[in-house]
């Protein structure tokens, strides 16, 4: 018997899956050579060791049979009016333990939605760039995308909605819109208060929902909060979800989706199918982190810790970079500086060189639906060492600085370039 073309097997499904960049990266950082402002990760000394000790001590001597059992697919009772409370407390959010699915990580949410919206050439709006984890988690069911882009002040709103229009004179139906408005990952702009009530009234208008992805919200540095997308609607139009991988520990990959009851319902019933239920495990670990109040002081400890590593990259970035090459604004928050270099930089034929000198970051294109973006890169400052940050920004900028010359200084001007390609 011949072994099987495995091939020739696989669905058009798998067949059109693709790795995410960010996940190969990762086994490519492991080495310790390499410092890293490639993964979004958190920093390990953010993480509350001590204190998840004592509650899993407490937990394990308590009722330790029911962390071991089966939970329901939903999610821990507790954790989901937990989470609820700390909604209408925080972002004024009105919804009870019913508008609550506990996922793994909010990447399940992503899929889930992408399960329950998406079918064949289904049309959905993504911004551009967007997180690579939904472009994948969508992609899956194999939607039309289209892509709005952004400006400093988050999705250009005006863009959309010329594209409303005429999908409505088309009669092309938006299944939902996918945003990250607050400290977007990549490109950390915040969609600003006019913004925000537009995209809103045009909601209204347009008659489509909103996914509103939101795992850095609390983590801002500087500047007033401004309003969640979820607390500004009183249609039901929006949906939202949260994670404790960036406010508590992501190894937990406890997260939640917030939204109106029939789509909750609906997510809960596919959630079924893939895991039965999330860990009760990590649940009550993270029910009993809120239930004691330990939330908000840990949070101010992370603002400390990542408020400072970003002005250490700022500041490095400022002094060592050849500014006629590159621009990255600094956002109010969140876990990433975005850059644009020149348009001749191709940040993934420099990557090869970046690697060499031991330091890494995204490329830009994995962020854009249609593999534009190719002059761009983001630059996580949560996860390295402070005194790694300074030297991983000088081994970027000697990089940033060589290829600024070979393809910007020496590009052929435009009349060199008519008498060697003859146009
Ligand atoms: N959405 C966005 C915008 C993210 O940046 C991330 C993680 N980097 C996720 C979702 C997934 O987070 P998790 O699955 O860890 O909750
Ligand atoms: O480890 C991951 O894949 C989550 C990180 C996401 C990111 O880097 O945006």
């Known amino acids: 018997m011949s072994k099987p073309i495995y091939e020739s097997l696989l669905s058009q499904r798998a067949l059109k899956m693709k790795g995410s960049v960010i996940r190969e990266l990762l086994k490519l950082t492991q080495k310790p050579e390499i410092i890293s402002f490639a993964g979004g990760l958190p920093n390990p000394l953010a993480f509350p060791v001590e204190k998840i000790h004592h509650i899993i001590n407490d937990l394990i001597k308590d009722r330790p049979q029911i962390m071991m059992q089966y939970g329901s697919t939903e999610g821990v009772p507790e954790l989901r009016e937990e989470i609820a409370k700390r909604l209408k407390n925080k972002w004024n959010m009105d919804g009870d333990a019913d508008n609550i699915l506990i996922t793994v990580g909010s990447q399940q949410g992503l899929d889930l939605l992408g399960r329950v919206f998406i079918g064949h050439d289904s049309t959905i709006i993504m911004e551009a760039p967007t997180y690579l984890g939904a472009l994948n988690a969508f992609n899956v069911y194999d939607p039309n995308i289209v892509s709005i882009p952004l400006d400093d002040s988050g999705l250009m709103v005006d863009r959309l909605e010329e594209y409303l229009a005429s999908m409505q004179k088309h009669s092309i139906q938006l299944k939902f819109i996918y945003t990250v408005p607050t400290f977007h990952n990549p ?28 795992p850095y919200g609390e983590l801002r540095y500087h500047g007033d909060p401004l309003p969640t997308l979820a607390s ?57 982190y809120l239930k004691r109040g330990y939330i908000d002081k840990h949070l101010n400890n992370i603002i400390d810790l990542y408020g400072r590593k970003q002005r250490i990259m700022a500041k490095a970035m400022d002094e060592k970079m050849p500014k006629e090459y590159i621009r ?35 490329i830009g294109s994995a962020f854009h639906a249609d593999g534009s973006g190719t002059n761009c890169m983001r630059l996580n400052f949560t996860h390295a060492d402070d005194d790694k940050i300074v030297e991983g920004v000088g081994r970027l900028s000697g990089v940033v600085e060589k290829w600024g010359k070979e393809m910007v200084d020496k590009a052929p001007t435009t009349t060199e370039k008519e008498v060697i390609t003859g146009i």
């Not at 609906?266 to 990590?282: E, H, R, S, V």
């Not at 500086?337 to 330091?359: K, R």
């Open 187 to 214: 490109a950390g702009v915040c969609m600003n208060l006019p913004k925000r009530k537009k995209l809103i009234d045009l909601s209204h208008e347009y008659d489509f929902i909103i996914v509103e992805d939101d």
């Open 232 to 288: 500004m609607d009183k249609e039901g139009r929006v949906i939202y979800l949260g994670t404790f991988s960036k406010t508590l520990v992501p190894g937990f990959r406890v997260a939640w989706t917030f939204g109106p009851k029939p789509i909750i319902d609906k997510m809960g019933i596919a959630k079924q199918a893939i895991d039965l239920c999330t860990p009760p495990f990590t649940q009550h670990i993270a029910k009993e």
């Open 328 to 362: 990255w604004p600094v956002p109010e928050g969140g876990m990433f500086l975005w850059a644009t270099l020149h348009e001749n930089i191709n940040t993934s034929d420099m990557f090869h060189d970046a690697i060499t000198e031991n330091v890494a970051y995204v």
